[in-house]
């Protein structure tokens, strides 16, 4: 607790590091280069960069100079590399694992420069493409003001290159801020719930009183039963049944407003799970495919599902019963205070030796809970997994070993469970007997003062009432750690993904384009990280109407290029145009609902064939969809299902055949009638016949329609206005498919090499 | 007819580098080599050719618990030339020169202390000590990011994609072992 506290004071009074300028920078790390190696007066400095490993991955204090003619290292304070700008042919960052080397090409050979770890990658990257530049340019590098690093302007820390802002600066605050922001539109609701909770409260209070009178007015009191003697019976009984009628009315009171509290909470509840699952799910839309493919479909699934619930439950059931409990607990010490200030404080002091075992078991929970969470989550990612690949399962007769895999993820879930639960049990009733201490005192003062008759029974009545009044919200609030805990939990899984920047997002001036489809790459580069570059400097056109065959080998970037034309990624570097505007200046859903696509997956959704065309158009008529299935070639084998167009597919639907799915596909494409099409081994899965009679079809629809195929069966794109043959991520040749077999170069080599192939089989 | 069993070795054609066929040179801190190896020609069939490479890549296939056996030799494009089985199997200078390019091609810091872990959503933040000093470094997705490999040796990868290594879990320090117990 101290050391907490004195902590405290410490971040408050220590003086924060301040971001370093590029001028102090620049001055700190030249005063580490010894005078005798090189001369000041003579040579001026462009640029200095520091690094941290040499080029054997030792540890080392680098200093990288850029002079007007040279480049030169300084490692430790001794001179290393020394280069002629003018002699090296290229730069180039490679990538290793887990560090990164600027390196420099001369006589065919690359030589390493310096190297860093993999937080200076990107760096790295830019300034080689800095020096290529100039290379181009036969300039040499003006001053490079880039930093090394972003530092946060707040707290001085280096801020991760994927969170864009600094989480170390970023509090619990600001993410109940957040949450205030789902819950603001159902505010007025939730004051009206916890009126009626505190209402609740007045008419709970309202029985101990009630009963004291019944007791010591009508049960205990010997003047009554005097009265009565008296011929007073009447009037005694009358004000009898109406101390019993304001009993009865307390409890219809009770009643009603239980049940306008329960039918509140209720829609407030619904309302809020709503609110709060369509605001995920739009998220996890929104999201990049990488930011997706990070997670599995099971945790995304729980987010959305368990974590939402337990958020929507701790609103609106556990935060205005708070609040009851809280005012419950105010007016009892008050009503207690006002009878006897000594046996209050008696009854009182246990609460905060309580509540600091509360706070300690707290901070304890919350981490055994966040490990029950993980382990909840990745039983339940275990079983997705099986059930998505419940065939292969099957096939290689693994089911012993699934279930051994699933009965190991439950079993430590359950111990995890069994664990916290036990601790729990053990910890919740000693802390409930820590707060109890309190009633012995209350026994010994309500026993004497009733000896002495100084206290009727009614008034010890009404008093115990009170005090057991007290122990529950206290009692409830000893419990209230693990709810806090859970939802906690779950709320920081919820902001992981509400908080996570859109990797592509729309442009704040973008707009909606009517593409005519004229597609221009721009010396485009394309990496999904910092390993490397997939496609490199990319320059290609595709005029509006034109086929464009993309061939090359496996894993060489032909989908990373349609992806990028879809803009399920953006570029690293350079752009890409549809009719000379930036993709990225065009909205995402003016971009997409124009471009069709047909890709490797194909994917169905549950419902009827007929769901899965019009998918692609909404409010799209039945002729529509039948002359799309018929130009995909699908019609033909719909109309032999007993349902036709009617029959159910996906999960628990009919099974297509992989080649029929891949006709409903091109179907979906084909219906939207896009003014680009994209074809990613669209036919891949077809036979000779029926891909020979979906070619014939598409042959008809591409006219005057932008088209992007890829296919390694190269005779599907016999048809293409121009090949692209894409090699090492580079575009290595282009032309007509005669001009390419002239050139005997790479494409030659495929078509040879499936020449082959065909006649083997 | 005798109808004989075909095992998958005799079909697979994969040229293991050993001394007799190999020969790697060590110059500016990078690896050359030269050697004979398995090439298929257009009809793919398998001769043994002389090739010579002016730099080549290591690149092991098992990189989490075979750390000096099977390593791929790759050429510019990440094309493979050959695997190493056995380092060991080469002359005490050679083997020297593969394992310095395995440690300038693979830089994992082993942490021999953890300080500090905070989590906030979602993204953890460490404080650690390493054989090179102390680092700070964050990880997105905790869990995820450390790969359990065995009984207790851990990898951890942070959001720029730097690489540490926990040898031993159980013989960190008790302090290190509550930081990150909430995620092993």
Redesign the interface.
Same mark, same amino acid.
């Given at each position: 607790m101290i050391r907490r506290v004195l902590g405290k004071i410490y971040r408050k009074i220590r003086k924060k590091p301040q971001p370093i300028s590029v001028a102090e920078m620049r001055a700190r790390l030249l005063s580490k280069i010894p005078n005798d190696l090189w001369d000041r007066e003579k040579e001026t400095v462009l640029t200095v960069l520091s690094y941290t490993?040499d080029?054997?991955?030792n540890?080392t204090d680098g200093v990288l100079l850029f002079t007007e003619n040279r480049i030169r290292t300084f490692e430790n304070g001794k001179a290393c590399t020394d280069i002629l700008f003018d002699d090296v042919d290229e730069f180039r960052q490679n990538t290793?694992?887990?560090?990164c080397a600027l390196e420099y090409k001369k006589d065919?050979?690359?030589? /390493?420069i310096c190297?860093g *770890? +993999? /937080?200076q990658?990107e760096f790295w990257g830019n300034v080689c493409k800095m020096l290529n530049n100039c290379k181009q340019k036969g300039t040499f590098p003006k001053e490079y003001v880039e930093m090394q690093h972003k530092i946060c302007p707040k707290c001085g820390q280096?801020i991760? *290159?994927?969170?864009g802002v600094c +989480?170390?600066c970023?509090d619990k605050k600001a +993410?109940f801020g957040e949450l205030w922001q789902i819950v603001k539109p159902f505010k007025f609701k939730l004051i009206f719930a916890s009126f009626m909770f505190l209402a609740a409260v007045g008419v709970n209070l309202l029985f101990p009183k009630i009963n004291q009178i019944l007791v010591d007015g009508y049960i205990e009191n010997t003047d009554m039963k005097n009265s009565i003697a008296a011929g007073q019976g009447k009037e005694v009984l009358f004000m009898f049944l109406l101390v019993l009628l304001s009993m009865f009315g307390a409890y219809i009171l009770q009643y009603v407003v239980s049940v306008i509290r329960n039918i509140m909470m209720l829609h407030i509840g619904t309302d809020l799970i709503i609110s709060l699952r369509k605001k995920i799910f739009d998220k996890i839309q929104q999201m990049s495919l990488s930011s997706i493919s990070?997670?599995t479909t099971g945790e995304l699934i729980r987010r959305v599902t368990s974590d939402t619930a337990q958020v929507e439950n701790f609103i609106s059931g556990q935060l205005p019963n708070l609040l009851n409990q809280v005012f419950l607990l105010i007016v009892i010490t008050a009503i207690l205070f006002s009878y006897d200030w000594k046996l209050a404080l008696v009854i009182i002091i246990p609460v905060p030796i309580a509540a600091v075992a509360m706070r300690r078991f707290w901070a304890f929970t919350h $981490?055994i809970y966040? $490990?029950q969470w993980?382990a909840d989550s990745k039983a339940s990612s275990v079983l997705f997994d099986i059930f998505s690949g419940i065939r292969v399962v099957k096939s290689y007769g693994t089911e012993d070993k699934e279930y051994r895999r699933y009965e190991q993820a439950i079993h430590k879930e359950m111990e995890l469970q069994i664990k916290n639960e036990t601790l729990y049990c053990m910890i919740h009733p000693f802390l409930g007997f820590i707060l109890q201490i309190g009633s012995f005192f209350l026994l010994y003062y309500t026993a004497s003062h009733m000896l002495d008759q100084t206290m009727t029974y009614g008034q010890a009545s009404q008093f115990v009432s009170y005090v057991s009044y007290i122990y529950g919200p206290i009692g409830w609030l000893a419990g209230l750690p693990r709810i806090i805990t859970r939802t906690y939990t779950s709320l920081? $899984?919820l902001?992981?993904v509400l908080?996570e920047k859109p990797a592509v997002s729309d442009d704040e001036d973008a707009i909606d384009l009517t593409i005519n489809g004229e597609i221009t790459f721009n010396n485009v580069s394309f990496g999904y990280?910092?390993?490397g570059d997939v496609l490199k400097h990319i320059n290609l056109t595709v005029k509006p109407g034109e086929m464009v065959g993309i061939v090359g080998r496996s894993g060489v970037g032909k989908s990373t290029l349609i992806n990028l034309v879809m803009r399920l990624y953006d570029v690293t570097d350079g752009d890409i145009q549809i009719d000379g505007v930036d993709i990225r200046k065009i909205s995402q859903h003016s971009l997409r609902s124009q471009i069709g696509a047909v890709l490797q997956e194909t994917f169905l959704f549950s419902g009827t064939v007929y769901n899965n065309i019009a998918y692609a158009k909404p409010g799209c008529t039945h002729q529509e969809v039948i002359e799309a299935a018929k130009l995909s070639g699908a019609h033909d084998f719909i109309v032999k299902l007993p349902d036709a167009y009617n029959t159910k597919v996906g999960e628990k639907g009919h099974t297509l055949s992989g080649g029929e799915r891949q006709r409903v596909a091109i179907a979906r494409a084909l219906l939207r009638d896009p003014k680009i099409l994209i074809l990613d081994e669209a036919t891949a899965s077809l036979d000779t016949e029926t891909e020979k009679s979906i070619q014939d079809s598409l042959e008809r629809l591409i006219k005057d329609r932008t088209t992007i195929a890829i296919a390694h069966r190269l005779s599907t794109l016999r048809n293409a206005t121009k090949l692209v043959v894409l090699d *090492?991520g580079t575009v290595a040749e282009v032309g007509t498919h005669e001009e390419l077999l002239q050139k005997k170069g790479i494409y030659y080599g495929l078509v040879?090499?499936q020449r082959?192939m065909s006649k083997i089989t | 007819m005798e109808n004989k069993k075909v095992n998958l070795k005799d079909v697979v054609k994969v040229t293991y580098l050993t001394p007799q066929n190999a020969h790697f040179e060590e110059k500016n801190s990078f690896l050359s080599f030269k050697g004979t190896v398995l090439k298929p020609d257009e009809n793919y069939v398998y001769t043994e050719t002389e090739v010579e490479y002016k730099r080549v890549f290591l690149q092991r296939n098992f990189p989490h618990d075979q750390l000096e056996k099977y390593i791929s030799v790759l050429d510019e494009d990440n094309v493979e030339i050959g695997i190493i089985s056995d380092i060991s199997l080469f002359d005490e200078e050679t083997a020297n020169m593969l394992k310095r390019e395995l440690h300038r091609k693979y830089y994992i810091l082993k942490i021999t202390q953890v300080y500090s872990v905070k989590e906030k959503y979602g993204f953890s933040y460490w404080k650690a000590k390493t054989e090179s000093g102390d680092v700070s470094f964050t990880l997105h997705d905790t869990s995820r990011s450390i790969t359990k490999v065995g009984e207790d040796r851990l990898f951890i990868s942070d959001v720029d994609a730097n690489r540490y290594e926990i040898e031993s879990f159980t013989a960190l320090d008790r302090k290190s072992r509550k930081c990150m117990e909430l995620y092993i």
């Amino acid at each position: 607790m101290i050391r907490r506290v004195l902590g405290k004071i410490y971040r408050k009074i220590r003086k924060k590091p301040q971001p370093i300028s590029v001028a102090e920078m620049r001055a700190r790390l030249l005063s580490k280069i010894p005078n005798d190696l090189w001369d000041r007066e003579k040579e001026t400095v462009l640029t200095v960069l520091s690094y941290t490993l040499d080029a054997d991955n030792n540890g080392t204090d680098g200093v990288l100079l850029f002079t007007e003619n040279r480049i030169r290292t300084f490692e430790n304070g001794k001179a290393c590399t020394d280069i002629l700008f003018d002699d090296v042919d290229e730069f180039r960052q490679n990538t290793y694992i887990g560090v990164c080397a600027l390196e420099y090409k001369k006589d065919g050979e690359y030589i /390493s420069i310096c190297r860093g *770890k +993999m /937080s200076q990658a990107e760096f790295w990257g830019n300034v080689c493409k800095m020096l290529n530049n100039c290379k181009q340019k036969g300039t040499f590098p003006k001053e490079y003001v880039e930093m090394q690093h972003k530092i946060c302007p707040k707290c001085g820390q280096q801020i991760p *290159k994927r969170t864009g802002v600094c +989480m170390n600066c970023v509090d619990k605050k600001a +993410m109940f801020g957040e949450l205030w922001q789902i819950v603001k539109p159902f505010k007025f609701k939730l004051i009206f719930a916890s009126f009626m909770f505190l209402a609740a409260v007045g008419v709970n209070l309202l029985f101990p009183k009630i009963n004291q009178i019944l007791v010591d007015g009508y049960i205990e009191n010997t003047d009554m039963k005097n009265s009565i003697a008296a011929g007073q019976g009447k009037e005694v009984l009358f004000m009898f049944l109406l101390v019993l009628l304001s009993m009865f009315g307390a409890y219809i009171l009770q009643y009603v407003v239980s049940v306008i509290r329960n039918i509140m909470m209720l829609h407030i509840g619904t309302d809020l799970i709503i609110s709060l699952r369509k605001k995920i799910f739009d998220k996890i839309q929104q999201m990049s495919l990488s930011s997706i493919s990070r997670r599995t479909t099971g945790e995304l699934i729980r987010r959305v599902t368990s974590d939402t619930a337990q958020v929507e439950n701790f609103i609106s059931g556990q935060l205005p019963n708070l609040l009851n409990q809280v005012f419950l607990l105010i007016v009892i010490t008050a009503i207690l205070f006002s009878y006897d200030w000594k046996l209050a404080l008696v009854i009182i002091i246990p609460v905060p030796i309580a509540a600091v075992a509360m706070r300690r078991f707290w901070a304890f929970t919350h $981490k055994i809970y966040h $490990k029950q969470w993980e382990a909840d989550s990745k039983a339940s990612s275990v079983l997705f997994d099986i059930f998505s690949g419940i065939r292969v399962v099957k096939s290689y007769g693994t089911e012993d070993k699934e279930y051994r895999r699933y009965e190991q993820a439950i079993h430590k879930e359950m111990e995890l469970q069994i664990k916290n639960e036990t601790l729990y049990c053990m910890i919740h009733p000693f802390l409930g007997f820590i707060l109890q201490i309190g009633s012995f005192f209350l026994l010994y003062y309500t026993a004497s003062h009733m000896l002495d008759q100084t206290m009727t029974y009614g008034q010890a009545s009404q008093f115990v009432s009170y005090v057991s009044y007290i122990y529950g919200p206290i009692g409830w609030l000893a419990g209230l750690p693990r709810i806090i805990t859970r939802t906690y939990t779950s709320l920081v $899984k919820l902001f992981d993904v509400l908080e996570e920047k859109p990797a592509v997002s729309d442009d704040e001036d973008a707009i909606d384009l009517t593409i005519n489809g004229e597609i221009t790459f721009n010396n485009v580069s394309f990496g999904y990280d910092e390993t490397g570059d997939v496609l490199k400097h990319i320059n290609l056109t595709v005029k509006p109407g034109e086929m464009v065959g993309i061939v090359g080998r496996s894993g060489v970037g032909k989908s990373t290029l349609i992806n990028l034309v879809m803009r399920l990624y953006d570029v690293t570097d350079g752009d890409i145009q549809i009719d000379g505007v930036d993709i990225r200046k065009i909205s995402q859903h003016s971009l997409r609902s124009q471009i069709g696509a047909v890709l490797q997956e194909t994917f169905l959704f549950s419902g009827t064939v007929y769901n899965n065309i019009a998918y692609a158009k909404p409010g799209c008529t039945h002729q529509e969809v039948i002359e799309a299935a018929k130009l995909s070639g699908a019609h033909d084998f719909i109309v032999k299902l007993p349902d036709a167009y009617n029959t159910k597919v996906g999960e628990k639907g009919h099974t297509l055949s992989g080649g029929e799915r891949q006709r409903v596909a091109i179907a979906r494409a084909l219906l939207r009638d896009p003014k680009i099409l994209i074809l990613d081994e669209a036919t891949a899965s077809l036979d000779t016949e029926t891909e020979k009679s979906i070619q014939d079809s598409l042959e008809r629809l591409i006219k005057d329609r932008t088209t992007i195929a890829i296919a390694h069966r190269l005779s599907t794109l016999r048809n293409a206005t121009k090949l692209v043959v894409l090699d *090492k991520g580079t575009v290595a040749e282009v032309g007509t498919h005669e001009e390419l077999l002239q050139k005997k170069g790479i494409y030659y080599g495929l078509v040879m090499a499936q020449r082959r192939m065909s006649k083997i089989t | 007819m005798e109808n004989k069993k075909v095992n998958l070795k005799d079909v697979v054609k994969v040229t293991y580098l050993t001394p007799q066929n190999a020969h790697f040179e060590e110059k500016n801190s990078f690896l050359s080599f030269k050697g004979t190896v398995l090439k298929p020609d257009e009809n793919y069939v398998y001769t043994e050719t002389e090739v010579e490479y002016k730099r080549v890549f290591l690149q092991r296939n098992f990189p989490h618990d075979q750390l000096e056996k099977y390593i791929s030799v790759l050429d510019e494009d990440n094309v493979e030339i050959g695997i190493i089985s056995d380092i060991s199997l080469f002359d005490e200078e050679t083997a020297n020169m593969l394992k310095r390019e395995l440690h300038r091609k693979y830089y994992i810091l082993k942490i021999t202390q953890v300080y500090s872990v905070k989590e906030k959503y979602g993204f953890s933040y460490w404080k650690a000590k390493t054989e090179s000093g102390d680092v700070s470094f964050t990880l997105h997705d905790t869990s995820r990011s450390i790969t359990k490999v065995g009984e207790d040796r851990l990898f951890i990868s942070d959001v720029d994609a730097n690489r540490y290594e926990i040898e031993s879990f159980t013989a960190l320090d008790r302090k290190s072992r509550k930081c990150m117990e909430l995620y092993i």
